[in-house]
């Protein structure tokens, strides 16, 4: 069972940089969410899709937006960077008719604006 | 506005010994609640978890307490081992559609 991957690890922007980050869930998995950890705060709800629909969103601007494919896998973009931007973004997949809140984290793409 | 929070930025601990890592709430409309566990690069972990209809839920060592009167709920680690220290998340959710988390605690267990 492949787990959540997400790529690419790091990366490094400047101010006003637009940004792509990609997400594959784990095997079976139809539901993608996407968090924000800014240094030393717990994760932050960004959005979540399911069966390639947007299926709540955070309170983040709309310069925030999410794909998801037929295949399940995510993209994040981020357009117009600003320098509170830099954080560590996690995907997360989990099943609908899992348990409440129990998802499958990747280990994150850590961003950086200059 | 923060919904769920964790006051202690860090608890040390001797191998051994219980660890109690706690977490207050402030939406009476949260009705499910979690812990995870986050080592440095990886991605959190999901640990135990809780009904807001139960106020206990016990997993091996692990064993979560919820006092919804006092929106508080508290994880104990018992015993503590050196491989849960760690970054310790509490989670809360409404209608499972998102997680709100807390900022976290550090735990280190001490040999």
């Known amino acids: 069972e492949t787990g959540v991957t997400q790529s690419p690890t790091h990366l490094i922007k400047t101010r006003g940089q637009q940004v792509t980050l990609r997400c594959s869930s784990q095997s079976g998995h139809n539901t993608v969410s996407w968090y924000q950890q800014a240094l030393g705060q717990g994760p932050q709800f960004i959005f979540q899709y399911y069966r390639e629909e947007e299926n709540g969103r955070g309170n983040f601007p709309p310069r925030f937006s999410g794909l998801q494919f037929p295949n399940y896998s995510s993209e994040l973009n981020v357009n117009a960077l600003e320098l509170d931007d830099s954080a560590l973004y996690l995907c997360a997949s989990s099943l609908p008719e899992d348990r409440a809140g129990e998802l499958f984290f990747g280990e994150g793409s850590r961003l950086t604006v200059l | 506005d923060q919904q769920v929070k964790q006051n202690s930025p860090s608890l040390s601990v001797q191998e051994g010994r219980i660890s109690i890592l706690n977490c207050d709430y402030t939406n009476s409309m949260f009705d499910y609640f979690l812990w995870y566990k986050k080592y440095p690069a990886e991605g959190p972990t999901f640990l135990i978890s809780?009904?807001?209809?139960?106020d206990k839920n016990e997993d091996g060592r692990f064993t979560v307490f919820l006092n919804k009167s006092a929106k508080h709920l508290s994880l104990h680690i018992v015993p503590s081992q050196p491989g849960d220290s760690a970054v310790y998340f509490c989670a809360a959710t409404e209608y499972g559609n998102k997680l709100v988390f807390g900022a976290g605690t550090i735990l280190r267990v001490k040999s």
């Open positions: 809780i009904s807001s209809i139960k």
